[in-house]
């Protein structure tokens, strides 16, 4: 009996000592896993504040894009309706003109000579348009390579840069505007390539305008420059 009982003491302390050492070990456990998830924790939110202030900085670049390409547009706005209010004055003074006689058929003669110079200009103005489109849509294209967007953009350059209306209307200057601002592609599955672009569009309509204004202008220095005489005696 005495025997058993010391057995079963004996038992009870190993069975209390796997227990305690069972318990020291889920408490390490348990003090190493909360220590990784508080430096997990710790990481994750470093790693969200530091995406938020790069997403905040996005956010601030994209909102002054927006701001600059709004001002841009406004004042592309202002001189077309500058350009436009010209083009309604010049209209008035030259049924002036054609109401004067001798002066109308001055007038007359002299845009007639300029007209070729229009319908050239307007000519380039067309495929200009058709250039910016294919460009426009090569920016947008998710297949299409940046060289060949870029290549675009140069060889367009150098045909402004040649071309005698070129430097009359500033093309170079508002193509790099263009090329620099113009971010617009229309959604996705679009099949409209003329849909892609929104600067390019203000440009092109204000460049338009431009030419007409040109043509009166031309006409009118002809005629103070005395290249245009009347055929009245």
Request: proline share 1%; aromatic share 6%; hydrophobic share 35%.
């Amino acid at each position: 009996m005495m025997i058993r009982w010391i057995w079963t003491r004996e038992s009870q302390r190993e069975i209390q000592k796997v227990k305690a050492q069972y318990d020291r070990d889920v408490s390490t456990i348990k003090s190493d896993m909360e220590a990784r998830y508080r430096e997990t924790l710790t990481e994750r939110r470093r790693a969200a504040a530091t995406l938020e202030l790069e997403l905040e900085k996005e956010r601030q670049r994209v909102k002054g894009y927006k701001q600059a390409l709004v001002s841009q547009s406004q004042q592309l706005m202002e001189e077309r309706k500058q350009l436009q209010q010209e083009r309604e004055s010049l209209e008035e003074e030259k049924q002036k003109l054609v109401k004067s006689g001798a002066a109308g058929a001055l007038l007359h003669q002299a845009l007639e000579k300029e007209q070729n110079w229009y319908n050239r200009a307007t000519a380039t103005l067309k495929e200009l348009e058709g250039l910016l489109v294919e460009r426009q849509n090569a920016y947008c294209s998710l297949i299409q390579p940046r060289d060949q967007r870029l290549e675009m953009e140069k060889n367009m350059l150098l045909k402004v840069v040649k071309d005698p209306i070129g430097p009359d209307l500033d093309l170079e200057t508002d193509l790099k505007d263009i090329f620099k601002r113009d971010k617009h592609c229309a959604e996705l599955l679009n099949m409209d390539r003329r849909k892609n672009g929104s600067l390019m569009w203000v440009y092109l309509k204000y460049w338009q305008l431009q030419i007409t204004v040109q043509k009166h202008k031309r006409a009118e220095e002809a005629i103070l420059g005395g290249k245009i005489h009347s055929d009245t005696k």
